[in-house]
């Protein structure tokens, strides 16, 4: 056995070390949450038509604080990303038995926003470029039931939006960004998340900058973000006193973010064009180690764009190898390196395959109201599936607070295991 030895076939692992958790919280965050606790006050929402209907001080702070970076005219905190799409789909007026696209190659939260509000999700196919709706796609799925498209920008890199929002206007629809992976990514000169009628930014722990939890709402539509704010903040008991009249989904949640994270957000956001910008050279760094690698694509840039690695996708083709996905995984594992070889894969979950959300009675699908026949079988995404079943591989870039010689680590870990690719493809023959 030499050093050159798999781990997989009882060599030493490469990686033998536990990387340091990410972590951008700091003395600054301690200090603006030590402040707001000594004030006494945590939060300052009323759910009633009052002053304090738009919550505290530092809530509203932070508002303008992200409203000014982003360059948008509205920003509406809220306490998760999950609760923004949801306050998002009933802002721009989605009816029960509504349609909206939406990718299955995504957090389960970007299709359930549309089911809370008893309209249905329809899963378009992705490209595999950035692994985002593919506006070809989009365009096949519309049907006259169709008033939306919800879009990711999965894994830090913004979705083809110019494309996405001429189809939108063609139509007539209405487009949500779900932003939670690509804060402070560019797309043609603007940020991710802006391009949309809606953008929402997540704030949860495994994000590039966080306040445990939360989110932001963005937009340049007035008339939205009275709907969001509403929406947020119990609208049903405001609207009288608000004077407003159309009461179209005005259900109000309690969807508020606390001064402590909101104290705790604008210190973050100081920092996110730092912490971004080097997970970007960290990237960069990883590329140079797997570049000319077998059958590996390194992650994709578009003209234009820049990408942010919350996840740092490969595509792996056996073609070029003759060895399986599963194997590779295998050996990469066994060198001590975390690779995923799985995302999700929304139209594969039972709720969509038995067409059971609301009740048990497959509501809203099997709704007086819903007069479509959407589909969610298997081969309704043949690229996100190929890509799922075959041929997808990652890294999970933000969840450790990687260092030059960690990145190159990694990449060692890569390039044996691709050195014995000849052993690797044997024991597939003897297996």
Not at 183 to 203: E, H, M, N, Q, W
Not at 232 to 258: C, P
Not at 383 to 399: G, I, N, P, S, V
């Amino acid at each position: 056995m030499t050093l050159a030895e798999l781990a997989l076939f009882g060599g030493p692992k490469t990686i033998n070390k536990e990387f340091l958790r990410y972590n951008p919280i700091g003395e600054e965050e301690v200090a603006a949450v030590t402040a707001v606790v000594r004030g006494g006050v945590l939060s300052k929402f009323l759910g009633t038509w009052d002053a304090d209907f738009f919550g505290g001080e530092k809530v509203q702070a932070f508002e303008r604080a992200w409203s000014s970076y982003f360059k948008v005219k509205h920003a509406v905190t809220v306490n998760s990303n999950t609760s923004g799409l949801i306050a998002a789909i009933g802002a721009i007026g989605i009816e029960p038995g509504d349609e909206v696209i939406v990718s299955p190659w995504t957090m389960s939260a970007s299709a359930t926003a549309i089911l809370v509000w008893n309209a249905v999700p329809v899963f378009a196919d992705i490209e595999e470029r950035t692994f985002n709706l593919d506006p070809v796609s989009i365009e096949k799925n519309i049907t006259p039931r169709t008033r939306a498209i919800m879009v990711t920008d999965i894994f830090g890199h913004a979705a083809e939006l110019d494309s996405i929002m001429a189809i939108a206007r063609k139509h007539k629809l209405k487009v949500i960004e779900d932003c939670a992976q690509a804060p402070a990514a560019r797309y043609r000169g603007r940020f991710a998340g802006t391009v949309a009628d809606i953008g929402v930014f997540s704030l949860n722990y495994h994000k590039h900058i966080h306040t445990g939890e939360g989110g932001v709402c963005v937009t340049n539509d007035d008339r939205l973000a009275e709907r969001l704010q509403l929406i947020r903040n119990h609208a049903e008991s405001v609207v009288e006193g608000k004077g407003v009249t159309d009461l179209s989904n005005m259900i109000g949640f309690n969807f508020r973010m606390t001064e402590i994270e909101a104290a705790i957000g604008i210190e973050q956001l100081k920092k996110l064009s730092r912490l971004t910008d080097e997970r970007a050279r960290l990237a960069q760094r990883l590329n140079g180690h797997l570049q000319g690698l077998a059958g590996l694509r390194v992650p994709v840039v578009e003209a234009d764009c820049t990408h942010v690695y919350y996840v740092y996708p490969l595509i792996y083709d056996d073609r070029e190898t003759g060895v399986p996905r599963e194997q590779i995984v295998k050996a990469l594992r066994a060198e001590g390196l975390a690779i995923s070889d799985r995302y999700v894969m929304l139209h594969r979950l039972p709720m969509y395959r038995q067409k059971i959300a609301h009740g048990s009675k497959g509501f809203p699908w099997s709704a007086d109201f819903y007069k479509g026949e959407v589909s969610y079988a298997e081969g309704i995404c043949p690229l996100a599936e190929d890509l799922q079943d075959r041929r997808f591989m990652a890294l999970a870039m933000c969840m450790h607070d990687y260092s030059d010689a960690d990145i190159d680590l990694l990449g060692e870990a890569f390039r044996k295991v691709w050195s014995q690719m000849a052993r690797l493809e044997q024991l597939k023959s003897a297996g």
